[in-house]
């Protein structure tokens, strides 16, 4: 937690240096790899030090929270080493520091159900169902500390978040949905868990749940506070306005995430606001859109006065989303074969760009990458239907194809060092928002786990 609020203006700022510093390394698209030859861009002690160490070996400059457990005896380039440092330092951490489950009593008689718990789980990943667990711990508690007379679910999707608040946690959640189908869908998966509970749970239980409610609503960037409202007092007939209510995303996309924000600290009726952001490349900056009511970064008046210094492009924004822990997880493991993929792609554009140049940059087909796969395989499956498809394998077979190739682990590097940037660019965002909440009278709670963070804002 100190991490975040003790100086979120000097992190910010030196996060922000850093990323103006690198702008080469994380603007650079991975496929122009060879075309525009990114190797040499690294300084020349990180090119003479990292290809003559093995691929396993990159995991660690990934593992930013044991920074100081360096377990090799390389020597690695002292500047890239305080690199790593200052990402350790200056990132919003990633690691859970403690279990939210333990703040509360969570016992559910339907949820601890030997028959009736895995009904929550059905259809559903394991991601989801660790986010879905950690998400709706922290809800219950977000409800204990701020009592509301219910909370609404944005983009919930087929309402299994909502399905463990109402059912397991006797929590009533209103969701809304811009896809019907998938409305018409929750509402009969929450009938058969009903059907299924009276068979299992004595009468007295049920009147402990309380089935989510599924309604049809897309939220736009120029919803005013008193439509929104008025929204949710016509959907649940409220017919006046001395209610209380939290809002929830699990995974509200690119401005989705900053509507919630807009709406929260206008509204006073919303107590908090509980939401784990993703894709933040969707998020519409301050180069494509000058009215700042419509921008989704940056927020806060801080970063508003620096439009120089607070600027990230796409590629940055969109490497923020990779999960880099399952990445350093492949690397650690060996596990080359997949990663071959990226240099396979690499070859395939410059032989693109030699033939079509009309066609840099274009989406190719999606290909699974299986062991032994061939280069020729990969780009046929790959440019299927397009002008390229049909090319002569000479081409494709080419002493310069070959000798690229033989290069991936220079591609694998490459990659790794854009990801180690990663958690810096989501720390800038995050930084940006809690600023923006602050400078708006939030104030600011914050449980941190891997892979997935939840922001639990509440009003004063």
Partial sequence: MDNVTKCPLDKLYNCLQIVRHYDWLINSYMLDFYIENHWEKLPKSWQLHLENIRPEEL???????????????????????????????????????????????????????????????????????????????????????????????????????????????GTQVFCFEMQSDLNAQAHTMNTKLEVMAKKHLPPNMHTFFRQPKHLTLCMTPDVEPHQFLNVITESLQITDNNFKFGIIGLHPCGNLAVMLMRMFIKIPQARFLNFASCCYMKLTTANKQSNIEFQGYPLSQYLLKKPKLSFLSYEALEISCHAMEMYCDRLSKGDYEYLKVHSFRAAAERIIIKHRPNLKHCGLRSVKHVPGMSFEEYFYKATQGMEVSNLQKSELQSLTTKKELLQWRRIVIFYTLRLMFAPLIESIVLYDRFLFLRENGSIFKMHTFICMLVYTYVHI
């Fill in 59 to 169: 995991s660690s400059l990934l593992n930013l929270q044991n920074c100081g457990e360096q377990k090799d005896c390389n020597v690695w380039p002292l500047s890239l080493l305080a690199l790593r440092r200052l990402l350790a330092e200056l990132c919003v951490p990633r690691k859970q520091h403690g279990n939210i489950s333990e703040l509360i009593e969570l016992h559910s008689p339907i949820l601890s159900h030997i028959k009736l718990k895995n009904i929550f789980n059905k259809g559903v990943k394991p991601k989801k169902r660790h986010e879905i667990k950690i998400m709706s711990s922290i809800c219950k508690y977000s409800c204990q500390q701020s009592p509301v007379d219910f909370i609404v679910d944005f983009g919930a999707g087929l309402g299994h978040l909502a399905r463990v608040l109402g059912y397991g946690y």
